[in-house]
């Protein structure tokens, strides 16, 4: 394994990173189309990744295909076989490995990942690690998942690593783990580098908790000029869509 050098923190500083890349009518999100018009600009990118049921770690957001592909077959489920076919958004691009993105991308922005594990952390990790240990470029690790960061934390402490948060008011779960994650209680023991914070949901209680431990804040997603002014008013950096920067 190759082991990347001591951790630069100073490129969490005044970050401006394009949701799943600069994604629009024609170029569907977290395609390489997207990040090529990303990279064009010279503009970090945030990716999703998952791990195929054949070992591929692959670049995509949802656990189900269909909002992209409409195929409704989760992807976790799939081989690299069933799935390199389909196209995304029925344009001509496709779900791309995230081997794919690390050739074109090749260090010229920053990589803001994110990895899709809801339980168990280990397998999407350690595969996607056998590609990251050998990339030359910058790029920070996050996920909502706690026990991930941890996994970074133990396997991979080179690595910056950011827990990602948010209300959790939509999803299905019990009181005692949505306090957990909304409060990121766990942050005790994985202690993240950054964290990234779902904008409509966080509070001033949470952005002065950061500050006073100095731990670099990124809010998502930015949409509107409006959603700007008021992470910037936080003096955080920002994941945005839909709007120039």
Not at 44 to 53: A, M, N, Q, S, T
Request: proline share 3%; net charge positive; with cysteine.
């Amino acid at each position: 394994m190759k082991m990347k050098k001591k951790k630069d923190l100073s490129i969490l500083k005044d970050l401006t990173i394009a949701h799943r890349g600069l994604h629009n009518d024609k170029l569907p999100e977290n395609s390489l189309g997207a990040f090529k018009a990303a990279l064009e600009k010279n503009i970090p990118i945030e990716v999703d990744i998952h791990l195929l049921k054949s070992g591929e770690v692959v670049i995509f957001h949802d656990d189900n295909l269909k909002r992209m592909t409409g195929v409704n077959k989760n992807i976790n489920e799939l081989t690299y076989n069933e799935i390199k076919k389909l196209k995304l958004l029925y344009t001509d691009e496709k779900i791309p490995l995230l081997e794919e993105a690390l050739q074109l991308v090749d260090g010229k922005v920053l990589l803001d990942i994110e990895f899709k594990c809801t339980n168990r952390a280990g397998k999407l990790e350690k595969a996607a690690c056998g590609l990251l240990d050998y990339y030359k470029g910058d790029f920070i690790v996050k996920s909502f998942n706690p026990l991930s960061l941890l996994w970074f934390k133990i396997n991979r402490p080179n690595f910056i690593r950011g827990q990602i948060s948010c209300g959790f008011n939509k999803e299905k779960m019990n009181f005692f783990k949505k306090y957990i994650l909304r409060n990121m209680c766990m942050n005790l023991i994985t202690k993240p580098d950054f964290v990234a914070y779902d904008l409509n949901s966080i509070t001033e209680k949470i952005v002065k908790r950061l500050k006073r431990k100095n731990i670099p804040l990124i809010l998502w997603t930015i949409r509107s000029d409006e959603d700007l002014k008021k992470a910037k008013k936080y003096g955080s950096s920002v994941i945005y869509e839909k709007i120039i920067m």
